[in-house]
């Protein structure tokens, strides 16, 4: 067959630019309906200190946003990206791996920072590809599919966690953004 239509690369498009900005939704939610399991498998007493999972997670990904913006400036858009990809790959499976709930934090931490890439690059990749009606309609449909993650992620979780326990979950997220990393390779 030809070269793809100007309108399946539009929706190719908006579809990564979505799965860009959805990563942190479904980090945060799929982890949800695992809090219970990770916190049993590191024997927390405190059943508050559970919740730490999500708020390292969400330090990070603060601490980040600042940082890829001008490093994409400098770098380029996707040098920039496949190194927050990669970075969020290998704490993802440190997070699977980790043998104690310190090390989880810290994980979870370096995987919030890293997840800011692809977010930030995301807004700045449609602002450099489009301006006004244009960046709006982008925009438009990329937040139709980034609202839907919450409601959908923390379901994902609980059939990933029918097949086994709570580390498939982080598994799942390192396969995410080794899809995006090779579609954005690509």
Not at 78 to 88: E, S
Not at 114 to 134: K, L, N
């Amino acid at each position: 067959s030809g070269p793809p239509s100007d309108k399946t690369r539009f929706v190719e498009f908006v579809t990564l630019i979505a799965l860009m900005m959805a990563l942190t939704a479904l980090s945060i939610d799929i982890m949800l309906v695992a809090l219970p399991d990770i916190a049993a498998a590191y024997g927390l007493a405190d059943p508050n200190d559970r919740q730490l999972v999500i708020t390292a997670y969400m330090l990070g990904f603060a601490a980040g946003q600042p940082i890829f913006g001008p490093l994409s400036d400098r770098f380029g858009r996707k040098p920039v990206l496949l190194a927050g990809l990669a970075g969020y790959g290998v704490a993802t499976l440190v997070g699977a791996m980790a043998p104690d709930f310190a090390t989880q934090l810290a994980a979870r931490v370096a995987m919030g920072f890293c997840a800011a890439a692809p977010r930030i690059m995301a807004q700045a990749i449609v602002r450099d590809r489009f301006a006004g009606a244009g960046m709006a309609r982008v925009l438009s449909y990329v937040m139709m599919a980034f609202v839907m993650v919450p409601a959908i992620a923390p379901a994902i979780g609980a059939a990933i966690l029918l097949g086994g326990d709570w580390r498939l979950i982080f598994l799942a997220l390192v396969a995410m953004a080794i899809v995006l990393a090779g579609w954005t390779a690509r």
